[in-house]
Structures are given as C-alpha cells and as structure tokens.
C-alpha cells in the first residue's frame, strides 16, 4: 500500500512540474512586462506556444542527421529525470535514491551536452557560437554546481535529496554561514544555467548575443516545443531546489496525508510565483554582461561554493 | 593459475617471432593480430577467474635472469585486477588490428613488436622480484618506442620517439633508485622479501616520490607528460588505444603496487602531494585538449587528466589508509581501479574511432574534418558512446567512478589533519572543473569531426570502417554501457585487489536491488545507473511517441536557415580553434595563450590573418631550459675531445686520485 502510494506521489510529482513548468516561463515573463509597463501577453502563453508548435511540421536543414532529431527527446528526457528527483511538495519521493544531487548535475549536464551537439550539428556559425560559448559556461558552472552540492552534502551529512530536504525542514540546521555561500552560488548558477539576463537573454533577437537561442536556432516544430519545454523545467527545477533546500517550510513530510499534500502543493505554487517575481525583479534592474565577464560572474559563484565547503572543515557548526 | 598467464606471454613473446620471421605477408599480419586477440582474451579470463574466485596467490620461480635470483612471477587479486585490463584492452586493440593492419603501408614495422609489447606489459603486472619488473618494464618501454617509430620517416615522429626514449629512460633510472632503496642494504630484490622490510617515514616517503616521478612519467603526471601528447598520436592508432587505454594503467599498477603493497605505512602527509599533482594534471591536461587542433593529440591530452583524476583517487586513499580508515580508503581506492577500467574502455574506444576516421579521410587535424555522422553512420554512433562516457555523463560509466571520487571526497571531514580538510576539497573542486571542461572537450572533438558540414574531400568522400574495427569498438561501448548501468558487478571484481592494497573492501554491491550503487551507508548516497537509463529512455521515449501521436509528425527538408544569412562554405562553421576560443581566453594565463592579428595597410586586398597559439609552461619553463643547460654543457665539455695524449693520462690519474680520496674519506 505504502508501495503504490509512494509511486503514485512520484507520478504525480512528476506530471506537476511538467504541468506547472510552462506556466513558470509565462508569469516570470508576465511579471517583466509590468514591471517594465507592458501589458505583456497572457501567463498561459507559453502553453499555447508549445501547442502550437506542436502542430506545426517540421522544417529540417538539409544536412541535419538523426542525432539533431534525437537530441530534443534526450534533453527533454534528461531534464524531466532530474526535475524528478527534486522534492517540490512532498519528501517522500518514491525514486530518489536512484540518483543523488551529484547525479542530478551530472544529468543536466548530460542535457546540456546533447544541447550543444545539437548546435553544432547543421554547421552553422550561430549554433557554434552558441554551444562554443555554452560549454564555457558551464564549465564554470558546472563545478560551482558541485562544491554548492558539497557544502549542503557536508551540512546534512548525505547526498540524497529527499535526506537532505528531511534535515533542513527538520530545524536542527539554524542560520548558517555556509548555507547563505551556497544559497547565493546556485542563485548564482541557476541564473547561468537558465540562461537568464546577466548572463544570457532569453529574449534577445541580437544574434551575436545569444547563447541559449543561437544553439536552438534550427529547431522548429515539435522539436523546438521539446527543447522549450525542457528550458521551463529546468528553470523550475532550480526555483524547486532553491526552494525545498533552502526555504522547505511547508513541504509535506513523508506520510502526509492528501490534506498535508494539498497544503505543500499550494505552498509549492507560492513559493514558485515568489521566486518568479523575484527573478523579473532581478532581470528587469540588472544589465546584461558581455560573454567574457560571464567567467567573472561565475567564479564568484565557484569560489563561494569553496568557502563554504571550507567554512564547514573549519566547523561543523557554521 | 600464474603458469597459464605466464605461458600466455610466452605465447605473445613467440608471436613477435614468427612475425619477425614471415614479415610483410597480410595473411601474417592477420594471423598475429587474431593470436594476440585469443591471448589477451585468455589473459583477461585469467584475471576475472582469478578475481572472481577470490583465488589466493599464486606463484612460480623461473630459472632465467640472474642466476641466484631467477625470475619470481606472482598472480595475486592485484595483479589480476591490472590482468583483466590488460586482457580486455589488448583483446580489442588487437581484434580492431586485423581490419586496421590492413591499411597500414609497412607493416613488418608493427606486426614484430606488437605482441611482445604487450608480453612484457603481461610480465610487469605478474613479475614478483624487482629485477623482473625492471627489465619487463624497459622492454615495455623500448618495444613501444620502436612502435611509435613505425612511421620513422616523418619528422614530428622522430621527435617524439626521441623524446619518449629519454622520458621513458629518466623514468626506468628513478625507477630503478625506487627499488634500490625499498631493496635496503641487504638486497632484498624479491618482492616478498621488501614487503619485510622495516624503513623509517623519510625513507618510505622518499621511496614514494621516486615511484611518483617514475610510474608518474610513463602514466603521463604533469610536468612529466610531455611526451605523452606526442608519442601516444605519432603510433598506429590501435597501439595508440593500448598505450593510452592500457600501458598507462600498467604504470598506475607499478605505484599501487609499491604504495599500497611493498612499501607497508606511508605517513599521511605524503598523500598530500599525490592529490596534488593529481589534481592539477587532471585540470592541466584538460584545459591543454580543451585548445589543441590534433584529434588524437586531443585524446592524448585527456588521457593526462584521466590520470590526474586517478592519482588524486590514489592519494585520497593513501590519507584514509594512513589514518586507519580502511573503508573509506577501500571506497577512494576502487573509485581508482575502477577509473583506471572505464578509462581503457572508451579511451581505446576513442583511439580506434580516431584511427578509423584516420584512415577514411587521411586526416588527423580536426579542422580539415566535419560530417561524418552522414560518411561513418556507424562509426559515429559508437564514437557518441564514447564521448558520452568520458564525459562523465550518467548513465554512462565514466560518470560512476566520478561519483565514487566525489563521495571518497566528500567524507574527508573525517580525516583528522587539517591540512588535508582543506587540501580535499579543493581537490574535488579542481576534479569537478576537469568533469565540465572534459564535457566542453569532447563536445568540441566530436561535434568538429562528425557533426556539421565537411571541411575537406577527403571527409566529403569517407566511407564507413571494415567490419573488424566496427566489431572491436562495438564491444568496447557495449562495455562502456554495461559498465555504466551495472557498477555493481566491476566492484565486486576489483574488491579483492582493494582488499589486498587497504585491508578493507566495499560492502558487496551484487545484492543490492535495481543494481544500486551503495558505497557508504544506504541513506547517505546511492546511484542507480539502471533506473537512469530506463527512467530516461522510457521519457524520451513517450514523450517522442505521444508528440507523434497527438501532434504533428510532417517533416520537410529545407536549406539551413542561420538567421536567414547561411553561407555555402563550410569554413564559415565553428571549428576546432573558434569553438575553443572562449576558454582559451578564459584560461589565457595558464595556457600562455596569444593571439595575434595581422591587418594588412589599408588599400592592400590581401587577407587578415588571426592566429591564436597556446604553449605548454611545462615545455616552455622546465624543459627548455634544462635542454639549453645540456646543451651549452654538451659545448663546453666539446673541448674534451681535442687533448693531448699527456693531457688524458693526466686526466685519469687525477680522476683516480679523487676517487680514492673520496674512497678514504668515506671510510
């Protein structure tokens, strides 16, 4: 019973970040037009968009092989594993000790890794602009990614989410030096790997801008829905590590019953609407950088997510 | 057990015969390559029953050598670990061979030191005296030097061998001081007699730095690699493969021997140059592939890091081993081993697709290739197995023993030294930095060479592989994958080797359900690459069968649209120089790197020129002046050879004088 009803959490976990994702892209979007005095379109948006798309054929470059076709599926395949494993409004995630938060890394790094492939594969100067620079970036990212999963690994003494989330929404933890470092490095990180506006703009049309944009260039039809859609869950899946590691009040503990779940459930669509808001707050009062302060921007991220690792070999308790 | 492997590389020594015998028939050359092939197999299967069984030790006394010694060969879990490489890689190299010795334009320059090549690697990993490991190892030495010679009439070959045999000598002489030492004054040569041996700590840490800068030339540790990047490139490629898939780790197998084995405790503090220098070959030799435009180079380079990262596994386990925490040193020491064993699958994997796409196309610079996945259908799907493995990208095999790293790392707070609580993490910082640069690398050597459009005819006119070659590296990445979803089973095979070097093994992972991984403790961390792979693959694939169903599935095939802006020639593509650019100038200061433009004075038609060059530091400030020091000596001592016949019994008498009163004085 127990058996079915962990399963049927994870299931339904997982079809809510997909339902919610898109919604995510179009209230952060929905919130940067007012912010800026637009009306700016509707938060449902997006989903029209994929269903758009989604009808659409496909317009193929001529030299595209099967790995430029293949290659939306897998991204949308890894990013949908990875936001999997992160608890949203529940801990009790029936599969999450199948990959750990290093693992959950390395799986978005497995869908960026497709990403860039996919850039290179038409032969195009924008697509290898765009994965040339993509890889850069996380290769800086990436890293700083790990030691932020080090510093909350050593502070709740394991790498599976679903502990750690149990152990930070247990009180023991208190206001710790170390957890602010890694709070601001996956801020940090998130802002890159999402492709946000210090680092990327997920609204340019300047070509020589673009990093994320460039690399999906060729793609149309359901291919671009796939790889939109994976684009929203990564996005979300940030706002929900951000959220259940750092901020997991209200997240229902492992036996809630369907009450307890509706609350975290509801909690969970707060917490992201905040972190929406919060973002568009952040994106419309910053510039954009140019490419080669990006490194800058993220070896803050990497040497925070050091120290604090460090501040925690120093002392348990910071 | 030991007389079947022992006879086995009597075997491969006998081949070599033959093959000197009858050379240059393609029938020869076909029939030494398939015996190679059922040799290494038998060799490999020696090592798995010997691991599997958990066999004791055997050993065997051959009257050959010098004559109060002989030669002792040993099998025990150790060697038979570093066997089943050994065997698994050779067995590959050599079935790949008989399609690719076809190509290869003089072949009686191979086909003699090919198997005795691999008979003396056979031999360091069962030799049990240090006369017999010394002398297997420079015979391993010399038969790769004449092997990176096959192609002796191009002159950047005959730098590189030259320059291998001075780094491959160097490294036997500090080899040699290493053995001398742990011999002690009583000249204990047989290895069980060293393992009685009591040294004091400044003599085992000493002992330890010889062996580091003596196994670390050959397995390529900075600043020692640099004839790695150009020996490794200049062989044929399926002795390339062996050289970078498996002769590395028969150097690794020298200081595991030695550190964990012979030379008994070793202070913590002498891990701390290990993960060190381990640490940073890892992220130098990745930054140096990241920028390199020589596609075997590339792999040769990522060959250095992939020994960074395992020597940084080493030391991590000689910290724990030195302080009594033998499980924890078993974890970093079978995240080590089991590097060592995924890294000869797809760095020979990768090694043979380069020596593939080398001779499709003729082409061993990147930028001259581009497309092939059209060309080389099935060549490119194994080399995306290949790079998705190196990549350390789940649930490829590459990632579980960057996992197994990353969880030895993160238990470091429970070593007592401060120095090494700081030193740890920032190690497993500088490893997670290799990880993303080794995903930028080979995004880069795969996407220039087989995505895209071609750059050259010769890639415009490729043809897919012989059947032999496709055979050889479809095994390899069907154990790449095997090895990535089930962990477990390589684990439990190495554990008797770990058990042996640290006195402790993993818990036995073959019970675990859903073929988890579970080093430490069941709520700590566990991985399962099986329910990756299925959970991904059943995602990808409904989701691609319900966007087929539900929405649309027309397709049409249109001119690439690049911002409404495509240009028909493919040097508009992103190549391997531009696709590295933002990390070489990211990385500028370590990579020395410059670019010069070169404009011409306005009014001239002639084309700008941009060139970017990045140098190697190691090469620049060790090397070159210590090769100018030798040579302005080599002038001076020029004069020497012009005396008088007074003048050099002079010289002799006076020699002789010092020497005797050194001799008096010591006394």
């Known amino acids: 019973m127990e058996l079915t009803g962990n399963l049927i959490l994870q299931g339904v976990q997982m079809l809510v970040v997909l339902a919610l994702a898109p919604g995510l892209t179009g209230l952060v979007r929905k919130f940067k037009a007012r912010l800026t005095r637009r009306r700016g379109a509707p938060v449902v948006q997006p989903y029209r968009d994929l269903m758009r798309l989604m009808r659409k054929e496909v317009v193929l470059a001529e030299n595209a092989s099967w790995l430029f076709r293949v290659s939306p599926y897998m991204i949308f395949a890894a990013t949908w594993v990875a936001a999997a494993l992160v608890p949203t409004f529940a801990i009790g995630l029936h599969f999450t000790w199948t990959a750990d938060l290093i693992a959950l890394v390395a799986l978005l790094g497995s869908a960026r890794f497709f990403l860039a492939l996919a850039g290179m594969d038409v032969g195009t100067s924008f697509g290898g602009i765009g994965s040339s620079r993509e890889m850069m970036i996380g290769a800086f990212a990436e890293p700083a990614m790990l030691l932020m999963a080090f510093t909350i690994a050593l502070v709740a003494g394991s790498t599976q989410l679903s502990n750690i989330v149990a152990f930070m929404a247990s009180g023991e933890v208190g206001i710790r030096v170390s957890m602010g470092m890694a709070l601001i490095a996956l801020i940090i990180v998130g802002l890159a790997e999402n492709a946000r506006i210090p680092v990327d703009n997920p609204a340019t049309h300047l070509e020589l801008t673009m990093v994320h944009e460039a690399m999906v260039l060729e793609y149309s039809g359901r291919h671009l829905a796939m790889i939109e859609l994976a684009a929203s869950l990564k996005l979300l899946l940030y706002m929900a590590l951000i959220g259940c590691v750092f901020f997991p009040w209200g997240i229902a503990p492992a036996n809630a019953g369907v009450g307890g779940l509706a609350i975290g459930g509801a909690i969970f669509v707060l917490k992201l609407a905040a972190g929406g808001a919060l973002l568009a707050l952040f994106e419309t009062s910053i510039a954009k950088m140019r490419v080669f302060r990006v490194p800058d921007f993220l070896g803050v991220a990497l040497m925070l997510g050091l120290l604090g690792t460090l501040l925690l070999f120093v002392s348990r308790s910071l | ?667």
């Open chain 2, 1 to 667: 057990m030991i007389e079947i492997a022992a006879s086995t590389a009597l075997c491969l020594l006998m081949l070599s015969f033959v093959a000197t015998a009858m050379r240059g028939r393609l029938a020869v050359s076909a029939a030494v390559y398939l015996g190679c092939a059922v040799s290494c197999f038998a060799l490999a299967l020696v090592g798995v029953w010997t691991l599997a069984t958990q066999a004791g030790a055997s050993a065997m006394r051959v009257p050959v050598g010098l004559p109060w010694l002989g030669a002792h060969l040993r099998l025990d879990a150790l060697s038979a670990a570093f066997l089943t490489l050994l065997g698994t890689g050779g067995a590959a190299a050599s079935v790949y061979a008989i399609g690719y010795g076809r190509h290869e334009h003089e072949p009686h320059r191979v086909l003699p030191f090919y198997p005795g090549f691999l008979a003396a690697m056979t031999l360091v990993l069962l030799a049990d005296d240090a006369f017999t490991f010394l002398l297997s190892w420079e015979v391993m030495s010399l038969l790769s030097w004449a092997l990176v010679l096959t192609h002796h009439r191009e002159e950047e070959n005959r730098t590189a061998g030259y320059l291998y045999l001075v780094m491959a000598g160097f490294g036997t002489m500090v080899l040699l001081l290493a053995f001398g030492l742990m011999a002690g004054a009583g000249g204990a040569y047989d290895f069980a007699a060293m393992r009685e041996v009591a040294r004091s700590p400044a003599l085992a840490a000493l002992v330890l730095a010889l062996m580091m800068v003596g196994a670390g030339s050959k397995a390529g540790l900075m600043p020692l690699h640099v004839w790695l990047p150009v020996a490794h490139p200049a062989a044929p490629s399926h002795v390339s493969a062996l050289m970078s898939g498996v002769m590395t780790k028969v150097a690794l197998y020298g200081f595991v021997r030695v550190a964990f084995d012979l030379l008994g405790p070793v202070a913590w503090w002498m891990s701390v140059p290990v993960v060190v220098v381990g640490a940073v070959t890892a992220v130098m030799g990745i930054l140096f592939a990241n920028v390199d435009g020589d596609g075997k180079r590339v792999l040769a380079y990522s060959t250095i890091e992939n020994i960074g990262v395992i020597f940084t596994a080493l030391g991590l386990a000689l910290a724990f081993r030195a302080n009594e925490m033998a499980g924890l040193a078993a974890l970093a020491l079978t995240a080590g081993l089991v590097h060592a064993m995924n890294h000869m699958m797809f760095k020979s994997l990768l090694f043979m697709v380069a020596g593939a796409v080398l001779n499709a196309t003729g082409q061993r610079d990147l930028d001259g290739l581009g497309g092939l996945i059209h060309r080389m259908p099935k060549t490119a799907f194994l080399a995306l197995v290949g790079v998705t493995a190196i990549a350390a990208l789940p649930p490829l095999n590459g990632f579980v023993s960057e996992w197994m790293l990353f969880q030895a790392v993160l238990q470091s707070p429970n070593l007592p030294q401060p120095g090494l609580q700081f030193l740890v993490p920032a190690a497993g910082g500088l490893l997670a930095l290799a990880a993303a640069l080794a995903a930028a690398c080979f995004v880069r050597f795969y996407g220039v060479v087989f995505l895209g459009r071609p750059r050259s005819d010769a890639a415009r006119e490729a043809g897919e592989t012989d059947r032999w070659s496709l055979t050889a590296m479809g095994a390899l990445a069907l154990l790449c994958v095997l090895a990535g979803i089930v962990p477990g089973v390589l684990i439990d095979l190495v554990a008797p080797a770990v058990e042996l070097a640290v006195g402790a093994g993993l818990p036995l992972q073959a019970g675990n359900s859903w073929f988890t991984l579970i080093p430490v403790a069941e709520g700590r961390s566990s991985y399962s690459g099986f329910l990756v792979m299925v959970f991904i693959a059943v995602s990808g694939g409904a989701a691609a069968w319900l966007v087929h169903r539900l929405g649309s599935r027309r397709l049409r095939r249109a001119p690439a649209w690049d911002c409404g802006l495509p240009n028909a020639d493919p040097v508009t593509q992103y190549g391997s120089g531009s696709f590295a650019q933002p990390i070489r100038r990211v990385m500028a200061p370590v990579l020395a790197a410059r670019e010069t433009v070169t404009m011409p004075p306005p009014g001239d038609r002639a084309a700008a020129r941009l060139a970017a060059r990045t140098e190697d530091l190691a090469w620049t400030r060790v090397y070159m002046p210590i090769i100018a020091f030798v040579g302005a000596a080599a002038t001076r001592f020029n004069a020497l050879q012009f005396l008088t016949i007074r003048r050099y019994l002079s010289l002799v008498f006076g020699s002789l004088i010092l020497l005797l009163t050194g001799l008096t004085i010591w006394n």
